[in-house]
């Protein structure tokens, strides 16, 4: 689980980088303090506006490089990351619940509503879910339909499909 997350960023200095992965280029965001702020796919649904990313730069972010490399190539099931979350206090509380789906399972949006404590709040939770601002490292992709099919993924369904197989056989062959 990472090992810092906060609601307060430092500054408005950010900048970012690109990094090819299996599901896509992923554009790292960093704050001033270069902690990890946002993780965005290419055609991603509420995808920040380009110059909000900040200058691109390369070298920043090293070790979530390094951990994003590892978890691709299956020899890394949890992120130990410095997260800078921002949003309202309840997406806060959805991301923080985000963090508790163990690596290769799912959850229901209902059942991380209860986990959270807003068993009610099914749908806030799923508009929550799909501003999370640091995809893969906080699993947004691990929460499906109470029926247990795929819903939406603000990176598209082939990707979560991709993330949720890559997970499923890492996990078996452990």
Not at 97 to 106: D, N, S
């Amino acid at each position: 689980m990472p090992s810092t997350v906060t609601g307060t960023p430092a500054g408005t200095d950010r900048r970012h980088t690109v990094v090819e992965s299996p599901i896509g280029p992923l554009s790292l965001v960093a704050d001033g303090a270069g902690r990890l702020v946002g993780l965005h796919m290419e055609d991603q649904a509420h995808r920040p506006d380009p110059s909000s990313l900040g200058p691109r730069r390369e070298g920043i972010l090293p070790e979530a490089v390094r951990q994003l490399r590892e978890y691709f190539a299956g020899d890394r099931t949890e992120f130990d990351l410095d997260l800078v979350l921002v949003g309202t206090p309840f997406q806060e509380e959805v991301w923080a619940g985000l963090l508790r789906i163990p690596y290769g399972e799912t959850a229901s949006y209902g059942q991380l509503a209860t986990a959270i404590g807003r068993p009610k709040a099914v749908r806030a939770v799923g508009l929550a879910n799909g501003r999370n601002p640091i995809a893969v490292v906080v699993p947004c992709h691990r929460v499906i339909g109470a029926d247990g099919s795929l819903t939406g993924y603000g990176g598209g369904m082939e990707r979560k499909r991709w993330l949720l197989d890559h997970e499923e056989k890492i996990r078996r062959t452990r």
